[in-house]
Structures are given as structure tokens and as C-alpha cells.
């Protein structure tokens, strides 16, 4: 049964007639079963399973917005999508019921509100915050073998804070980064504003990067994770990181860190984030 009273036998596609209201969806999801979040056809992704879920509860198939576009194998805490759905026709406690019923157990719809029209998941954003985390001990932990970077050797925590001073700031992050592809002649820019780039020991034989900036380059955080360990490891100085940077490379940087231990932690709008999400619902808007 739909929560929209439409005509179901089209399998949710039929467009429903009337004003519309804007959905904000904050989701969480295990990226290991998806090749990435974007629709893919002929593979499995966070959006097209996603969208399929809602079309089957409400009879309505909305176009998806998210905050960030996470590669296969990443995942996240914090995502933000937004969706259009005929006004005053959705029950947003059901709504999040049933489509976390159908998405079990790699997605989680953690909260759902309707909010002003001009409000948009990817280009209202002014940060987005990934988390990296790494598992550094002589023995893997299974517990965390899915979320975490095994690392079996000693890592010098003090040299990977000291290199991370290089990356705060504007810079050409084109070192860290998957040139896209040309766009009417011209390359896209990959300069990017990072305003807090730092490591942490949990205690418990994990060392947790938090990378915040604007926004992120394709594969940026791998990149910069997969130099950074390097530097821990001793096969670079923290010094050197700078001069990566100032290269505009990739050749220059270290290869990409495994995508399991990155997750989009917390994406920001103005006045909200997503860190202030308590998991539930939200019938008012903005």
C-alpha cells in the first residue's frame, strides 16, 4: 500500500498532479554492497535502490539530489538527499518506517523533514566533513574489518599531524586528484578550501583522520589518507607534502588508501548540519 492515493498499477511511476514539497532525507548506509551512490544502470547503487524504495511507499518516483556523490565501497553517517513529492500527501514517520523496512540493513533513512523549495541537498552545502579511520596493530580486529584500513605496522602519529599543516587552506589539489573529464573545452578546477585536517588516536589502536572542507575533488581523501599513512610509515617527511601539493601531480602523491574506512561524516548548510541530527522525523520545515 502507497502513501499517496494514486494509481498504483504503474509501478510508482505515475507523476502525481499538484503543488509539490521538498523532502530532506539525512541517510546512513554500509557502502561495501554498492558501486558507489549514484544511479549506475546495470549495477547496484545507494540512489537507485534508494529510489526504487520510495517509489514503492508513496507511488511517486522523485529524482534524488545528495550532498556528495560517494565512490564504491565509501560510506556514510551524514548524507543528505533531497526529493520533490506532492504537498501534504506524505506521513513522514511512515515514510522513514517503511523505506528503512525495504532498505535493511545497509541504508538507514536516520531523519526526513520537509523544507523550503529553494533549498538544495548538493549546492546549498557549504562543507562537507569525511572520516577516515585506521585500524594500526600488530592483528586485524574482525569487529572493524569492514570500516577500518589495517595498517600491521607501527605509524608515527606526531609526522602525520605535522604533514597535514600543508593541506590547510586553498590550494590546486590536482596532486590528490581524478582529473575529470573536459567540459566544453575547458578542465573543471580542482582548487579546494580545507579548513581542518587532522589525526586522533581513539585509544583503542585506531588512529581517526577528520578532513573538512567546501568540497572534495574525486578520490581527494584517499589520496591525501594513502600520502599521509606514508608519511606515518617513514617512506616520506612531513615536510615533503607541501611540495606535493605545490606540484599539481597526481604521480607525485601516494596511492589511494582501500575506500572501506572513509565515510562522509557530516555535511553543512547554513544555520544546520547534519551533526545536529537526533534519528527520527520531522513533520515542520526550515
Not at 518506517?97 to 535493511?104: D, E, T
Not at 529553494?118 to 572520516?131: E, G, L, N, V, W
Not at 590547510?168 to 566544453?184: A, L, T
Not at 584517499?222 to 599513512?229: E, H, Q
Request: charged share 25%; hydrophobic share 40%; with cysteine.
Amino acid at each position: 500500500m502507497t502513501l499517496f492515493d494514486v494509481d498504483p498499477v504503474r509501478g510508482g511511476d505515475r507523476e502525481a498532479a499538484g503543488p509539490s514539497e521538498r523532502l530532506r532525507l539525512v541517510v546512513a548506509y554500509d557502502g561495501a554492497p554498492f558501486h558507489g551512490f549514484a544511479l549506475n544502470e546495470g549495477v547496484r547503487t545507494v540512489a537507485g535502490t534508494l529510489t526504487e524504495a520510495v517509489a514503492t511507499v508513496t507511488g511517486h518516483r522523485a529524482e534524488l539530489t545528495c550532498a556528495g556523490r560517494t565512490d564504491k565501497g565509501v560510506h556514510a553517517h551524514g548524507q543528505v538527499v533531497h526529493l520533490d513529492v506532492p504537498a501534504g500527501r506524505v506521513d513522514l514517520g511512515a515514510l522513514v518506517r517503511s523505506v528503512n523496512k525495504l532498505c535493511a540493513p545497509s541504508i538507514a533513512v536516520r531523519r526526513a523533514e520537509v523544507v523550503d523549495h529553494d533549498f538544495d541537498a548538493r549546492f546549498s552545502a557549504t562543507a562537507r566533513r569525511y572520516r577516515y579511520l585506521v585500524r594500526c596493530a600488530p592483528t586485524p580486529d574482525p569487529a572493524s574489518a569492514a570500516s577500518a584500513w589495517f595498517v600491521d605496522q607501527p605509524l608515527s602519529l606526531p609526522t602525520m599531524v605535522l604533514a597535514c599543516d600543508a593541506l590547510v587552506g586553498e590550494h590546486d589539489f590536482s596532486s590528490f586528484c581524478r582529473r575529470p573529464k573536459r567540459r566544453d573545452g575547458e578542465e573543471a578546477s580542482l582548487v579546494r578550501r580545507v579548513t581542518e585536517a587532522a589525526w586522533h588516536d581513539d585509544g583503542e589502536g585506531r588512529l581517526r583522520f577528520e578532513i573538512e572542507a567546501s568540497s572534495f575533488c574525486h578520490q581527494m581523501v584517499r589520496a591525501v589518507v594513502g600520502t599521509l599513512v606514508d608519511v606515518g610509515r617513514g617512506r616520506r617527511r612531513p615536510g615533503e607534502v607541501l611540495g606535493i601539493v605545490r606540484a599539481r601531480d597526481r604521480r607525485f602523491a601516494s596511492e589511494l588508501a582501500p575506500p572501506h574506512g572513509l565515510t562522509l561524516w557530516t555535511v553543512r548548510y547554513p544555520g544546520w548540519s547534519t551533526d545536529e541530527v537526533v534519528d527520527g522525523f520531522a513533520p515542520s520545515g526550515l
